[in-house]
């Protein structure tokens, strides 16, 4: 039943800030759209407007409506967004090197990007029902599973940047969730070990020359499989002294030889499935003048379009590097530098700003709901839009590599916007029936 006192008690800041950012967003996709002769070339722009006026009534819609309603219904939404994904893999349009797209002429949705959101209710649901369970390992087993099989279909696509979303929302959720802190530090390590063994590599061949051969061998596949058969050979025998012995430096063994485990692994796997662009958006994260007119050319120009910002910027519709055309995708990926080029620093504070509040509401949304169920929601959601927010930041700055991870809220896009959207919608119906539950 909808109550009147639920569609007057709204997080004003939350949605205001959501807003704000759809608004700039459409303001700096229309100056993409417009070149050095001032001429508009795109309308890019009228798209985004349609997309973000109907992403904020399905956002008020939705915080109208009893979240918990959605409860019963998660599981069918996750299986129906899996086949989806499913669907695409074989059947989607490639855009971008990706097959993550279906749709017909112009029309098209990116099922990913909706992903998230069924991922994050699934496993907010399968958290809720078992948080009275004492086997927590296998409550972390089951949440990985939830949120691997989307990702490992998206990473089939291959839409790496889009697969990565999925990691944060594992760790967040079940941390919020009070699972044993070392499961989540165990899932986080392997992640940082395996960038660090898939990087290294490549560091030694592109940007050192050679100068270390002994870097050499983690690509050696001869090594990786001795290497390997040494580590599970040491698995096995703490794991067997720990069920023999039940001494403590047994279980710590086997922690960490699990982590080089899986890390050596998943590196030399990532070596031979990451296509030669991806392989190059990492070589040039590492120095961008390996490549300064190919693959190094979009951190270098979006460098200098952040630069010559300053601090006021050139004004709005005055970008150069915009209306040069030297910023490759920049209605999407690198809005935030057409941004920064023309509001300047105290354009990008104000983004951060906003962004900052909507963390921070989320975050409070988290902690004062009486529902586990909803809390985990907001967790979820909190740790896509943070993801986000720093990776395609980051990147547009040179200090994250480029993974094709749109500035949600802002950046062009129509799934993104209205999945986002969704996720604010979720939050304001929490938010309003927070002491309820």
């Known amino acids: 039943m909808i109550r009147l006192r639920n569609i007057l008690d709204i997080d004003l800041p939350l949605f205001l800030s959501s807003l704000l950012l759809a608004c700039f967003g459409i303001l700096f996709i229309y100056s993409s759209g417009i070149t050095s002769t001032r001429t508009l070339v795109s309308s890019e722009y009228i798209r985004q407007i349609v997309w973000a006026v109907s ?3 399905i956002a008020l819609f ?11 219904f998660s599981g069918y939404l996750y299986l129906a967004m899996l086949l989806l994904l499913a669907y695409t893999l074989f059947f989607g349009r490639m855009v971008h090197g990706a097959k993550a797209w279906i749709g017909i002429g112009s029309f098209g949705i990116q099922p990913s990007e909706f992903a998230k959101i069924a991922t994050i209710l699934v496993l907010a649901r399968y958290l809720d029902s078992t948080r009275h369970e004492q086997n927590e390992f296998k409550r972390f087993v089951i949440s990985s599973v939830l949120v691997f099989v989307p990702m490992g279909i998206i990473l089939l696509q291959p839409d790496f940047g889009t697969a990565l979303v999925f990691i944060p929302i594992l760790l967040t959720m079940t941390f919020i969730a009070g699972l044993s802190l070392r499961y989540v530090l165990f ?12 990087v290294l590599p490549l ?14 061998i983690l690509s050696n596949a001869r090594f990786i499989v001795l290497a390997g058969f040494f580590l599970i050979t040491v698995f096995a025998i703490a794991l067997y002294g720990f069920m023999r012995f039940k001494k403590r430096y047994f279980y710590w063994i086997i922690y960490v030889s699990g982590i080089l485990t899986v890390s ?3 590196s030399f796997a990532s070596g031979k499935v990451l296509q030669d662009y991806q ?3 990492l070589i040039v994260f590492l120095d961008p003048n390996v490549d300064p007119r190919g693959s190094g050319w979009h951190i270098i120009q979006s460098i200098t379009a952040i630069g010559s910002g300053g601090v006021l910027g050139k004004g709005y519709l005055q970008g150069t590097q915009s209306h040069y055309r030297f910023l490759p995708q920049q209605s999407t990926d690198f809005i935030f530098s057409i941004f920064s080029e023309e509001w300047g620093l105290i354009g990008g504070l104000l983004v951060f700003a906003l962004f900052l509040t909507m963390l921070l509401r989320l975050v409070r949304i988290m902690r004062t709901t009486s529902d586990p169920f909803g809390s985990y929601i907001a967790a979820g959601f909190a740790a896509v839009v943070s993801f986000h927010f720093i990776v395609n930041v980051g990147m547009t700055m040179g200090i994250m590599p480029i993974t094709g991870i749109p500035l949600l809220f802002m950046s062009y896009g129509g799934s993104a916007l209205i999945s986002a959207m969704t996720g604010i919608g979720l939050s304001l119906s929490i938010y309003s029936r927070r002491f309820q539950h």
Request: net charge positive.
């Open 62 to 72: 939705i915080s109208i409506l009893d979240y918990r309603r959605i409860y019963d």
């Open 187 to 198: 899932t986080a390590a392997c992640i940082i070990f395996t960038g660090l063994l898939t």
């Open 279 to 281: 392989i190059m958006r």
């Open 264 to 266: 050596l692994g998943a």
């Open 55 to 57: 992403g904020i009534v």
């Open 203 to 216: 560091w030694h061949i592109h940007i050192l020359r050679g100068a270390f051969p002994s870097l050499m």
